[in-house]
């Protein structure tokens, strides 16, 4: 089996020769191939050399093409910040009022800029690989994730307590048509599946009750969206997830990408014959400031659970530092490879 054929079994729920890897390492390739963040972000050519010197220095099998998680915010008018060694972000919203909403226009996705190279990226890519590697188009923000930036997380968390729930449903509509957008650009561009970060919808501020109130029934529509152009869908969530994970499983999605965080027996239980779990080895604490033999035991305990279960797709939880040492990345993949 190739990598796309291996990415496709487990999400399809049929055991693959070898498990899968597909890394969230944009940061890592980007400096092992001697480019600044502020390079790679301007330029979808240097974007894909990054990634096809990254599969051919560590032979996995899935590219996870990511820039940062304010793309969308920014062409929805968010002022967004460009750190020469570091992913963009925003600190601050543009809505006074939730109220605001509605008199603003949708924003059209494909004129800004970071879009527009974040999906030539994935079209460059993808023409090199072809059906060898699977190449996954991340889409920025879910849509609450994309709430939080429009008006600001602070207010954002007050309004969802004190302001008419048709309010809060008019915000997160607009910001489900901005996602949407994005997925149907990755489609265009080719993308092998799609995937959104739905962090700030998490426990760590969310309770179960707004989460499955405010954030899940919009992550089934993007979910939902995504299938009908044909693409498997992937949702991330930051930190611990257990108590939201069983409403997690009915989003829609084909895999849930999770943190280190979660309880990773407990996730096995619930996502079994019904959706792929991809991660979720520390990034950090192990994979960045680990010794290989450290990573290689994380990597082994993690494929221990899924021994009999086919729907893994071996990551680390979230982004994987700059800093990573190579021999880590390494000792992750060979650990895996050799699992049996």
Known sequence: ?????????????????????????????????????EQYRNDPRIIAECFIRAIEKYQYDGVLVDIDTVTLAGACGVKVDFPQNEPARSHEGILNALSDIRSMKVADVSRYKYAQIWCEAVRRVKEHFGN??????????????LATMQGGVESLMMDLCMEPEEEIFSLLDYCCDITCQFIKMMKEAGADMVSNGDSPAGPSMLSPR????????YEKKVSDYAHSLGLPYMLHICGNTDIILEKMVTCGADSLELDYKTDIHKAEKLMRGKITFSGNIDPSGIVALGTPQQVSEKTRELLE????????ILNAGCAIPPIT??????????TSRNFK
């Open 1 to 37: 089996m190739n990598g796309y054929e291996r990415i496709k079994s487990a999400l399809s729920g049929v055991k693959p020769d070898t498990t899968p890897i597909m890394l969230h390492n944009f940061m890592m390739a980007a400096r092992e191939a001697g480019y600044t963040m």
């Open 132 to 145: 060898e590697i699977d190449v996954r188009g991340n889409c920025d923000q879910a849509p609450f994730s």
């Open 210 to 217: 707004m989460y499955e109130q405010f954030a899940l029934p």
């Open 305 to 312: 659970v899924f021994r009999d279960n086919p729907r893994l």
């Open 325 to 334: 040492p190579a021999e880590n990345l390494r000792a992750m993949i060979e």
